[in-house]
Nanobody
Framework: QLQLVESGGGLVQPGGSLRLSCAAS????????ISWFRQAPGKEREGVLC????????NYADSVKGRFTISRDNAKNTVYLRMISLKPEDTAVYYC????????????????WGKGTLVTVSS
C-alpha cells in the first residue's frame, strides 16, 4: 500500500519547537518533491515549505520564514519539518504530500497525501 504517514505533532508551548516527520511506505521518496501544508481551524489549507528531489527548498509561507526548515533523508525514506519559535497561530493540522514533479510548484494536485498530524501551540 502506497502511503505517507506524518508523525511528531502534539501540544507545545509558545516559543517551543517540534520536528514533524513524513515517512513513505510502499514507494521511495527519492524522486519525489515533498511539500508540507497546514490547515488551521476555520481556515483554508496553505502551503508551508517544499523540498525538491534534488534537495532545494522553497518557502510558501512568509509567516514561517526563519522558523521552519525542511529536510530529507532518502536513506530513511523520510522528510522532516523542523519548527522553532512556535506561535499560537501555527496551530493546525500539518500534512505532507508527494509530487512526481522535479521542482516545487505550489498546487493541491499532488500524487500522494498523508492524513495529517495535529500541532497545537498553547500555554
Amino acid at each position: 500500500q502506497l502511503q505517507l504517514v506524518e508523525s511528531g505533532g502534539g501540544l507545545v508551548q509558545p516559543g517551543g519547537s517540534l520536528r514533524l516527520s513524513c515517512a513513505a511506505s510502499g514507494f521511495t521518496l527519492d524522486y519525489y518533491t515533498i511539500s508540507w501544508f497546514r490547515q488551521a481551524p476555520g481556515k483554508e489549507r496553505e502551503g508551508v515549505l517544499c523540498i525538491s528531489s534534488s534537495g532545494d527548498s522553497t518557502n510558501y509561507a512568509d509567516s514561517v520564514k526563519g522558523r521552519f526548515t525542511i529536510s530529507r533523508d532518502n536513506a530513511k525514506n523520510t522528510v522532516y519539518l523542523r519548527m522553532i519559535s512556535l506561535k499560537p497561530e501555527d496551530t493546525a493540522v500539518y500534512y505532507c504530500a508527494a509530487s512526481r514533479l522535479r521542482r516545487c510548484v505550489l498546487s493541491d494536485a499532488m500524487d500522494y497525501w498523508g492524513k495529517g498530524t495535529l500541532v497545537t501551540v498553547s500555554s
